[in-house]
């Protein structure tokens, strides 16, 4: 038997009256469901055929971000997942319960540091965090014995993307958030192509960047001629974060957002943006293309949120949790569940099976950068936690919070 997510439609009313603790993956989707009248979209949904998890035996858990995952609304059921359990023998307690990484960090920070079992045989944090997990050597090696489609189909630009793993030992990644340049196409025609096009006159007041700190910070450091994953310092974090003070204290970028970003762009009240590629995807989708989003040639920024198996996790679950992974790098399956994120998918052929399925996300660079734009997106380097701290405080300074 398979646990269903709860009824789309209170599902969708409690997400609403939870409107100010939504991210960017809630804030989307949400909107979607408005759209349609009802949707599928889960606060902490599982799938799994039976039993719980944790240790293996009868099945592993898996903590993801809410709304990354393939959710058929006619079925109520996370498709992939469910196919997947189908094949494997074994349930998977799919938990949709991360909306933060330093919140859900906080969450099983104690089981970690005694390499005790977290309730959780895999984790996506985003890669900066499995940075500090790595260093704090918290989560375990990989086996690629286990994972011929991983070695066979990760993206070649991700085998290194993470400056504390390379070759991927302890970390694969899941989906890949990137961020760029937006602009309503009709109201800025002729685009915004460098840093200073922020600044022109006209949008004083209508531009808004993003509230996370790696992402604005690194777009804004490859502006100025900074790469966002080389062995930057003070100097250059600090020439970066004097051009966002600047820009704030004028009244040019009217506003530092989060999740609600999206909202500015459909009202008018902002005409430029910071922007992650799978919102506009979404907000394209809705409102008729409304606007245009391009991977500055200074550099955009990409992330991953990837797959670990942290050290209180059994041997037997690890092996069900590789299982799991080396099924979704089937680009069949990915392209499965990269029709429904819109985010940038990690495995090779995607973009060719889903052309079998939707040929315009197949067509479409937001999901698919091509190789130029792949030149143009920056990581941004891991920070030891004195940095983190610091370079955070800085930026919530200046943001005034």
Request: aromatic share 10%.
């Amino acid at each position: 038997m398979v646990r269903r997510p709860e009824d789309p439609i209170v599902r969708n009313i409690v997400q609403l009256l939870r409107g100010a603790q939504m991210n960017r993956r809630q804030l989307l989707r949400g909107a979607a469901v408005g759209a349609a009248g009802a949707g599928a979209l889960g606060l902490a949904s599982c799938a799994s055929n039976s039993g719980g998890g944790g240790g293996g035996g009868e099945g592993i858990v898996w903590g993801n971000w809410t709304y990354y995952l393939d959710f058929d609304e006619s079925t109520g059921s996370f498709t992939s997942l469910d196919n997947f359990v189908d094949q494997a023998g074994f349930s998977v307690d799919y938990i949709e319960d991360i909306d933060d990484n330093n919140t859900f960090y906080g969450k099983i920070k104690d089981q970690l540091k005694l390499g005790q079992f977290t309730g959780y045989d895999t984790v996506t944090f985003t890669d900066w965090m499995n940075g500090r997990l790595i260093n704090d050597t918290q989560v375990q090696e990989f086996d690629y014995a286990n994972l011929p489609n991983v070695e066979a189909n990760l993206v070649d630009a991700q085998w290194d993307a993470l400056d504390v793993d390379p070759g991927r030992k302890f970390t694969i990644p899941w989906q890949l958030p990137a961020s760029g340049w937006v602009w309503n196409t009709e109201a800025v025609p002729q685009g915004i192509k460098t840093l200073d096009d922020f600044l022109r006159p006209e949008l004083k007041g209508k531009v808004v960047v993003l509230s996370e700190m790696r992402d604005t910070m690194g777009m804004v450091m490859a502006g100025l001629g900074t790469d966002p994953n080389s062995d930057w310092g003070d100097t250059e974090f600090d020439a970066a974060l004097a051009w966002l003070d600047d820009a704030l204290k004028s009244g040019q970028i009217g506003n530092v957002k989060g999740n609600s970003y999206t909202q500015d762009l459909i009202t008018g009240d902002a005409l430029a943006a910071m922007a992650w590629t799978g919102d506009v995807v979404m907000l394209n989708a809705e409102n008729d293309n409304q606007w245009t989003l391009e991977i500055p040639e200074s550099g955009g920024m990409i992330a991953a949120d990837s797959f670990t198996v942290p050290n209180g996790t059994s041997a037997e679950a690890k092996a069900q949790v590789e299982e799991l992974i080396n099924y979704y790098y089937d680009p069949v399956v990915m392209a499965e569940v990269a029709n429904y994120v819109t985010f940038v998918p990690p495995v090779k052929g995607t973009q060719e099976e889903m052309r079998k399925i939707n040929p315009e996300n197949a067509d479409n660079p937001l999901i698919f950068p091509d190789d130029k734009d792949w030149e143009h997106l920056h990581n941004f380097r891991t920070l030891t936690a004195e940095e983190d701290k610091k370079y955070s405080t800085a930026f919530q300074n200046v943001l005034g919070l």
